[in-house]
């Protein structure tokens, strides 16, 4: 199986702080990327870190990769209630490139005004 | 902004039924797949196409499951003869090919009874 889990699979703050989700993943990749969806609609893309890239920032989010241990964590900075979604990571591995990509479980956040 | 369009966007059959569920994926992408999601829960990868075939499927898209494109806009799901445990939220989305980011309509609910 190629992707792995997410942690925490729920996760509950204050409006203000920072959120941390992460991701682990079995197989090498080409690409890790975000996505976010708000109850009963569609996933939405975030932000996509290539297999050399070890860090990257879009806004408010940044996202680490690392390859060795074949994890990557989302952080959002400064969170709003607006924030409130799940959030998944996927992953296409370098096998099946964007033939085949597997979506993790996903990060439930809560953010509380 | 282009976007996914799937219709129709809630389906009620009974068991033993066909059903299709439709897609138009943005115009100028090259791979688009099929994702399923039960009650919330992981967001599981059917199957993906690509130059008119399909490139890759998961074990879930058993010969119960056909994907077509007919005429170079639609992209069409079908489940020969639905279960109870069909019941879900499919999702279509498609990929141009260069950014690695994928486009997600906004679901078809299906519920089998």
């Known amino acids: 199986s190629q992707q792995g889990e997410e942690d925490p699979q729920a996760l509950s703050i204050q409006e203000g702080e920072n959120a941390t989700m992460n991701c682990s993943y079995k197989?090498?990749?080409?690409?890790l990327q975000w996505y976010r969806q708000n109850s009963g609609r569609g996933l939405v893309h975030l932000i996509l870190i290539r297999s050399n890239e070890r860090e990257k920032h879009s806004g408010r989010l940044r996202v680490t990769l690392d390859t060795s241990k074949k994890s990557s964590s989302l952080l959002i900075t400064a969170s709003r209630a607006a924030d409130t979604a799940s959030y998944f990571c996927?992953?296409?591995?370098?096998?099946?490139?964007?033939?085949?990509?597997?979506f993790g479980p996903g990060t439930s956040l809560s953010v509380i005004p | 902004e282009p976007e996914v369009t799937q219709t129709p966007s809630h389906q009620v059959t009974q068991m033993g039924q066909e059903v299709i569920l439709r897609c138009v994926p943005i115009s100028n992408h090259l791979y688009f797949y099929w994702y399923r999601q039960i009650l919330g829960q992981k967001v599981e990868f059917l199957v993906s196409?690509?130059?008119?075939?399909?490139?890759?499927k998961s074990e879930i898209f058993d010969d119960q499951f056909s994907v077509e494109r007919p005429d170079g806009s639609n992209f069409t799901l079908k489940i020969r003869s639905t279960k109870l445990e069909d019941s879900a939220m499919y999702f279509c989305?498609?990929?141009?090919?260069?950014?690695?980011?994928?486009?997600f309509g906004e679901g078809s609910r299906l519920t089998v009874l």
């Open positions: 996927a992953t296409d591995a370098m096998k099946t490139s964007y033939d085949k990509v597997i």
């Open positions: 197989t090498s990749i080409n690409n």
């Open positions: 989305a498609s990929l141009w090919g260069n950014t690695g980011e994928l486009f």
């Open positions: 196409f690509y130059n008119n075939e399909i490139s890759e």
